[in-house]
């Protein structure tokens, strides 16, 4: 079984909005075992979505389509369905319900024909009532090609997807294990991995397939194999996995599938009972936010200060103006300063903290683009470290909040 994803809409094509979809999607539906074999971008033209829809007869097993079904003119998904299946709109007394409820409860604003006509939909579809929105979702078939056309609204569609979609395709179709095992690390380049695990990787059965997945500052290992036995593959994977975890264990942090690093110093942290701030400087709150948008940060999560400019170090956190102006803004005593000084505004047991030049100028400090500071303080001692991420800001700015992870989980461990 193959699926294919297309998504429609103008804004995504002119880099307005990203497309989000589709990544969830592919994700869901490896989950199942359904393999995705082309994931595409159209404009919202009858036309262009027509000569998709034909052109992935040839291609797929499912096709799934996001987007172009809400009420205005410019979305016209429904229309061209109904010439690409030779069917008329009917009215579905389920969806229009649910449309003058969301109507009533939610949104108490007049209820025009454009809302009502969302309730008319393919007669030949079968259809999956929205709970979040009033575009339904929509199941048909042509040439023994399953097409699945759901609302692009993020949210709308990944409830429909788990609620209906997903379980109708494990129902009506016959898939296969599709098997992954994500490895977590940090602190060391691909190269450097790769060559560590050659002998290793060199051993692997050609059912078993590894990829390097780099990104700032980390690297995912993922091993992948397919077949129709789950706990077989399950074991096999696991047994190389076992081969593999003492030779990378200084730069292992976890598993992708069971936890994220942020879910891991969480985790740590609600177990031990233990709190955490964070002073950013450098990294402007990017670090706050990823942990915040870990569910539960409340229990472990005091607060933040996004102190990016040297005044700001000194008034709202209290950095010591003397330790700025002998030894730099960007430095490791000030990154010590800022960690202790968060820690106790705070009242927590540990606090992070970090500052640096991410560029493109070099700003109060005349350290060089890419020179940044990591501070943590523990409920025992503050320490800093000092790294070179390059000239590119992006690159900068991510590498330090990666690597702010890696050092605040490898200090939570040690206990």
Known sequence: MTAEIITIGDEILIGQTVDTNSTFIAKEFNKIGLAVNRISSISDNKTDILDKLYNSINYSDIVLVTGGLGPTNDDITKNTILEFFDDILITDKNVLSKIKYLWKKFIKQPLLQVNIDQSLVPSKATIFVNKKGSAPGMWLTKNNTTFIFLPGVPFEMKHIMKDYVLPKII????????????????????????????????????????????????????????????????????????????????????????????????????????????????????????????????????????????????????????????ESVVSSKVVEDMALKVKKIFKSDYGLATTGNAGPSKGDSEKEIGTVYIGISTPHETYSYKYSFGNSRERVTRKTVNKSFELLLKELLKN
């Open 171 to 326: 129902k009506e179709f016959n898939l296969p294990t599709i098997l992954h095992k994500t490895i977590l690390t940090y602190g060391l380049g691909e190269s450097s991995i790769a060559e560590r695990i050659t002998d290793w990787e060199n051993n692997l059965p050609n059912n078993l397939n590894l990829a390097y997945l780099p990104s700032l500052g980390r690297v995912k290992l993922r091993i992948s194999t397919k077949g129709n036995d789950f706990d077989l593959l399950n074991g096999i994977v696991n047994s190389y996995v076992d081969t593999l975890l003492p030779l990378i264990n200084d730069i292992f942090v976890g598993f992708e599938e069971d936890n994220s690093i942020q879910e891991l110093i969480a985790n740590n942290l609600i177990k031990s009972k233990l709190t955490l701030s964070v002073a950013e400087s450098c990294s402007g709150g990017k670090i706050s936010d990823d942990l915040v948008s870990i569910p539960g940060a409340s229990k472990y999560f005091n607060g933040s200060i996004i102190c990016y400019s040297t005044k700001s170090k000194i008034d709202v956190l209290g950095v010591n103006p003397e330790i700025i102006l002998t």
